[in-house]
């Protein structure tokens, strides 16, 4: 069974930084891009950061351009998402996530990780 556990998440002041990690099992995700999301109380979810599977070449959400930093250890099967200078407003549930739909396989997801960032 494929899973996808973040961990990492907590309670954090602002300006202060967390390091969020995917560990996937079940399957290797070495040649998938990785994502990470977040969903805040009463919003949608939305798209933090995006690693690419050929090169490790990044793509992040404007809001968090030159505050996060994605990368990933393929030999551990698992994504990071290093976050720094946090504010109040990247209090959310963070979600990694491997889109396997292109070649047919799944969406998974993981169960998210709360960060609460206080001001």
């Known amino acids: 069974q494929v899973q996808l556990v973040e961990s990492g998440g907590g309670l954090v002041q602002a300006g202060g930084s967390l390091r969020l990690s995917c560990a996937a099992s079940?399957?290797?995700?070495?040649?998938?891009?990785m994502r990470w999301y977040r969903q805040a109380p009463g919003k949608e979810r939305e798209f933090v950061a995006r690693?690419?599977?050929?090169?490790?070449?990044?793509y992040y959400a404007d809001s968090v351009k030159g505050r996060f930093t994605i990368s990933r250890d393929n030999a551990k099967n698992t994504v990071y998402l290093q976050m720094n200078s946090l504010k109040p407003e990247d209090t959310a549930i963070y979600y990694c996530?491997?889109?396997?739909?292109?070649?047919?396989?799944?969406?998974?997801w993981g169960q998210g990780t709360q960060v609460t960032v206080s001001s």
């Open positions: 996530n491997v889109d396997t739909r292109v070649s047919g396989g799944p969406n998974y």
């Open positions: 079940g399957r290797s995700f070495s040649s998938s891009d």
């Open positions: 690693i690419s599977w050929i090169g490790g070449s990044t």
